[in-house]
């Protein structure tokens, strides 16, 4: 009895030593392969504006005697915003016109002069003939010609000072008019910058007195696209997009330009694309912070893979190394496992793998994946169907 006790334990002993030598069956986790629709968005964040923003400033100096609008307030084009001081353009317009006068009295003085002058000379003319040329001398007729090529060039010189007290009167009455800023469109005055009693220097550049928008009703959102996503957007592609003033409302937006030129802020690069917006309940402001989300590309009937499993890179379990012995001494001594090597997630062409089980080993399938949208990614071509069980990570032994 003894002996056979000692036998079974002796068995029991070899029969543990030995299953903790076998490396565990490994379990995995696996997802299926899909057939769905796949969007693919490319997230922007910039701001509103309006399609059409007018800055209304004063090319006079002067000072502002009235004020006709205020913030948010619609006008028309050709309205009245603000006027300056008038005085001292109304004197010019006076001063203008009375010089206007003086010189059309003047052309009508050297215009009768000529006309005498003409007269003179072809009395001359005909006393020559009469005379046969005995009376007038040579000096008086040629006094006569004389008077009047200079009463005809005073006429001339007349005229000239009409056209230029005109052209005075004109530009005098230009700024008159200019003294009253105006709307140069139909919109909303989004900010006002100027008051009463103020002195406008319009030396260098005009000063703005109010920002105006054309048409809130139709804005752009203004968005900085990364170098890595440009590539993507094209004019007229859909987006959303958010903003904190109405949170949980989805507005929508089409790419209208996407700029070539690049800016860089913090050391990255970005590009400035034009989205426009429709904005008919007013809802939208300008100067909004937004974040939009582009779609740029759109499967309704895709082969989905997750980017788990794309991810995904097998090793195989250890294997036990030949016992040092075929003893009772060699089954207790330990021994290091042997690694094999990791297995490749890829071919040596750089084509992607997934993989599946059968027997309950992994086997690789090779595919020719297409667009992804950071969860899964479509499969353009690969000996795989939808419901495949793909695995995505080890859950254990």
């Given at each position: 009895?003894?002996?056979?006790?000692?036998?079974?334990?002796?068995?029991?002993?070899?029969?543990?030593?030995?299953?903790?030598?076998?490396?565990?069956?490994?379990?995995?986790?696996?997802?299926?392969?899909?057939?769905?629709?796949?969007?693919?968005?490319?997230?922007?964040?910039?701001?509103?504006?309006?399609?059409?923003?007018?800055?209304?400033?004063?090319?006079?100096?002067?000072?502002?005697?009235?004020?006709?609008?205020?913030?948010?307030?619609?006008?028309?084009?050709?309205?009245?915003?603000?006027?300056?001081?008038?005085?001292?353009?109304?004197?010019?317009?006076?001063?203008?016109?009375?010089?206007?006068?003086?010189?059309?009295?003047?052309?009508?003085?050297?215009?009768?002069?000529?006309?005498?002058?003409?007269?003179?000379?072809?009395?001359?003319?005909?006393?020559?003939?009469?005379?046969g040329g005995k009376v007038?001398?040579?000096?008086?007729?040629?006094?006569?010609?004389?008077?009047?090529?200079?009463?005809?060039?005073?006429?001339?010189?007349?005229?000239?000072?009409?056209?230029?007290?005109?052209?005075?009167?004109?530009?005098?009455?230009?700024?008159?008019?200019?003294?009253?800023?105006?709307?140069?469109?139909?919109?909303?005055?989004?900010?006002?910058?100027?008051?009463?009693?103020?002195?406008?220097?319009?030396?260098?550049?005009?000063p703005v007195l109010?920002?105006?928008?054309?048409?809130?009703?139709?804005?752009?959102?203004?968005?900085?696209?990364?170098?890595?996503?440009?590539?993507?957007?094209?004019?007229?592609?859909?987006?959303?997009?958010?903003?904190?003033?109405?949170?949980?409302?989805?507005?929508?937006?089409?790419?209208?330009?996407?700029?070539?030129?690049?800016?860089?802020?913090?050391?990255?690069?970005?590009?400035?694309?034009?989205?426009?917006?429709?904005?008919?309940?007013?809802?939208?402001?300008?100067?909004?912070?937004?974040?939009?989300?582009?779609?740029?590309?759109?499967?309704?009937?895709?082969?989905?893979?997750?980017?788990?499993?794309?991810?995904?890179?097998?090793?195989?379990?250890?294997?036990?190394?030949?016992?040092?012995?075929?003893?009772?001494?060699?089954?207790?001594?330990?021994?290091?496992?042997?690694?094999?090597?990791?297995?490749?997630?890829?071919?040596?062409?750089?084509?992607?793998?997934?993989?599946?089980?059968?027997?309950?080993?992994?086997?690789?399938?090779?595919?020719?994946?297409?667009?992804?949208?950071?969860?899964?990614?479509?499969?353009?071509?690969?000996?795989?169907?939808?419901?495949?069980?793909?695995?995505?990570?080890?859950?254990?032994?």
């Amino acid at each position: 009895v003894g002996i056979l006790l000692a036998l079974a334990i002796v068995v029991t002993v070899l029969t543990v030593l030995h299953k903790s030598g076998q490396p565990a069956e490994p379990r995995y986790k696996t997802e299926p392969a899909v057939m769905g629709r796949l969007v693919v968005k490319v997230s922007a964040t910039g701001n509103l504006q309006p399609t059409n923003k007018v800055e209304v400033g004063s090319e006079l100096s002067g000072i502002v005697v009235e004020v006709m609008v205020d913030d948010n307030d619609r006008v028309r084009k050709g309205q009245v915003l603000a006027r300056l001081d008038l005085s001292k353009l109304k004197d010019a317009v006076a001063r203008s016109r009375a010089a206007l006068a003086a010189a059309l009295a003047q052309e009508m003085q050297a215009r009768a002069t000529a006309v005498g002058a003409r007269a003179a000379l072809e009395r001359f003319k005909q006393a020559a003939e009469l005379s046969g040329g005995k009376v007038p001398s040579k000096t008086e007729m040629a006094t006569a010609e004389a008077n009047l090529i200079r009463a005809e060039a005073n006429l001339a010189s007349a005229r000239a000072s009409i056209t230029q007290a005109r052209a005075n009167l004109q530009s005098d009455e230009t700024n008159l008019h200019k003294a009253s800023i105006r709307s140069p469109i139909d919109g909303v005055v989004l900010s006002r910058k100027v008051e009463p009693g103020q002195t406008v220097a319009a030396a260098m550049q005009a000063p703005v007195l109010f920002v105006l928008a054309e048409d809130l009703a139709k804005m752009e959102l203004q968005v900085d696209v990364d170098e890595a996503d440009v590539s993507q957007i094209k004019p007229g592609q859909q987006a959303t997009f958010t903003v904190d003033a109405w949170s949980g409302r989805q507005f929508t937006a089409v790419v209208t330009r996407v700029g070539y030129g690049s800016q860089t802020k913090d050391g990255v690069v970005s590009y400035p694309t034009v989205l426009a917006v429709s904005n008919d309940d007013l809802s939208l402001r300008p100067g909004m912070t937004a974040t939009a989300e582009i779609v740029t590309v759109t499967r309704e009937r895709a082969l989905l893979v997750p980017n788990a499993a794309l991810r995904f890179s097998p090793t195989p379990m250890a294997t036990l190394s030949k016992p040092p012995g075929g003893g009772l001494l060699g089954k207790l001594m330990p021994r290091p496992p042997m690694m094999p090597p990791k297995l490749q997630t890829s071919t040596n062409n750089g084509a992607p793998r997934v993989w599946t089980l059968r027997d309950g080993q992994p086997v690789p399938i090779e595919l020719q994946i297409g667009a992804s949208n950071g969860q899964v990614t479509e499969v353009l071509s690969g000996p795989i169907q939808a419901g495949a069980a793909l695995i995505t990570e080890v859950a254990g032994g």
